[in-house]
């Protein structure tokens, strides 16, 4: 198939979803939303579904484990579900007498959504839900190894559709083989671009000509302050680094340690299954052996990663993640940025105040804006790197894969998608969620007139400058 019929397959994949679209809206109300909404959930989240789904992705992308895929497809999906549940989306959001504008929810159409194969089933999902609650039709374009995936996650969908009498056409997908093309057609006929992916397909959603949400870069680092609990914080960082063998653009990248308490925490992180490697040099090596990050490490069981580094016998048998010792920062030094692998880089810093220089000097060289972590017992020290650092989001004393993106013990809306401002060549700061899928009609009418007079406006100004 030439560029031109891939081209035309696309138009009439948008064509059919742009139909459907009208449809669903058509004589709608928030129920019918809903219940789609629901119903997408409960195609990944039924237990069977989700362990076939999460079997499937780990065989065909080579990435991450079945137990943590089954985790997050359930508690990523339900949170989300917590989040919609009695959101008005449909009708009239809110009647302001004060204002005279009256609000109207209304869909934005046809959304299409370009998702990465490290999440193939949790993100199109989390996508298609906030979708259907806001009235949209979906066309999801997934990476090349997350295309079975995606497959089998719209068939579970559709089977569910079927049981409400919905029309498949909302849910669809670029049809395989997936291309650059294709995406980039269904991007450029779509309604709203929401991207989560590589800085490429970023990139490409940010120019295509469609309105886009696309999400930045992560490379985590984290603090640990000499006043923290150093237990806790190498059971959060461990279990953090580990899930789903580090797909998360949330997992830890580096670790940067005050030097008060450097040894004692090497000790509690030995306890937790973290080993300490001083040979950076061995371990750039078989990471990036071509410049390229080794497939046999990213994403890898803790043996698997252990013995393609080469360091089988030579950390201990309980090991669950590698500490790397380095102090390099920047493109000529891989370890400070983002590796996608049960590998983390640490930095000893001499305080405080340094530990925030290191990691702002690794922001500055990859992950600025998507989050930082910190480990203290002072929450001055959080707000002080709120105000800054350049990022969107200061995690404290969690486990930063389960906090960046929703836990159910903090305030942050579920999502797989995390804004990260204009530090990340972003156009939102805040998580992905039902927000970014609809859209609004404003009804204004005439009110009492509001007028200040000049005086109102510059006494202040005036006393401290002059007229």
């Given amino acids: 198939m030439n560029a031109h019929d891939d081209i035309a397959q696309l138009s009439t994949v948008v064509a059919r979803a742009r139909a459907a679209q009208k449809a669903y809206e058509t004589g709608a109300n928030q129920r019918r939303y809903d219940r789609a909404a629901e119903a997408a959930a409960w195609a990944i989240m039924e237990p069977s579904r989700n362990r076939a789904l999460a079997e499937l992705a780990v065989a065909t992308t080579g990435l991450g484990n079945v137990p943590d895929k089954i985790i997050k497809n359930h508690r990523k999906t339900l949170g989300l579900m917590r989040d919609i549940k009695g959101v008005k989306t449909h009708g009239i959001i809110s009647n302001d007498a004060s204002t005279g504008i009256t609000e109207i929810a209304r869909p934005i159409g046809v959304v299409g959504a370009v998702v990465p194969s490290t999440n193939p089933a949790a993100t199109p999902a989390n996508n298609i839900i906030n979708a259907l609650k806001c009235g949209n039709a979906v066309v999801v374009a997934p990476s090349p190894k997350g295309v079975a995936s995606c497959e089998l996650l719209l068939s579970n969908v559709h089977a569910e559709f079927d049981k409400l009498g919905l029309n498949h056409d909302l849910v669809q997908m670029v049809p395989a083989p997936g291309s650059k093309v294709k995406t980039q057609a269904m991007m450029e006929l779509c309604d709203r671009v929401i991207c989560t992916g590589s800085q490429n397909n970023v990139h490409r959603a940010q120019t295509c000509g469609t309105p886009a949400v696309a999400v930045g870069a992560g490379n985590v680092t984290v603090i640990v302050d000499e006043t923290a609990d150093l237990e806790a914080a190498a059971q959060k960082i461990t279990a953090s680094k580990t899930f789903d063998n580090a797909t998360s653009c949330s997992s830890e990248n580096s670790m940067i340690v005050v030097d008060a308490i450097y040894e004692d925490f090497i000790a509690a992180l030995a306890n937790e299954g973290g080993a300490l490697v001083e040979d950076e040099a061995q371990i750039v090596s078989k990471l990036w052996p071509d410049g390229h990050l080794n497939r046999e490490v990213i994403a890898q069981d803790a ?165």
């Avoid at 609809?438 to 005036?462: M, N």
Wanted: charged share 20%; net charge negative; glycine share 10%.
């Fill in 303 to 467: 043996d698997k990663m252990i013995a393609a580094l080469g360091l089988t016998d030579q950390v201990p048998e309980d090991t669950k993640f590698l500490a790397v010792e380095t102090k390099g920062i920047g493109p000529d030094h891989p370890l400070s940025g983002e590796k996608l692998s049960r590998v983390a880089a640490l930095y000893r810093a001499k305080d405080y105040e340094d530990a925030r220089a290191i990691a702002a000097r690794i922001l500055d060289y990859q992950g600025a804006g998507h989050s930082i972590g910190i480990h203290t017992a002072d929450d001055a020290r959080a707000v002080a790197l709120g105000t800054l650092m350049p990022t969107c989001r200061v995690i404290v004393n969690q486990a930063h894969t389960f906090a960046t993106g929703g836990s159910f013990n903090n305030g942050m809306p579920f999502s797989l998608s995390m804004g990260c401002g204009s530090w990340g060549g972003n156009a939102i700061d805040e998580n992905l969620h039902w927000k970014h899928f609809i859209q609004t009609t404003k009804i204004v009418r005439e009110i009492p007139p509001i007028e200040p007079t000049v005086e109102d406006i510059f006494a202040d100004y005036w006393a401290d400058a002059g007229e």
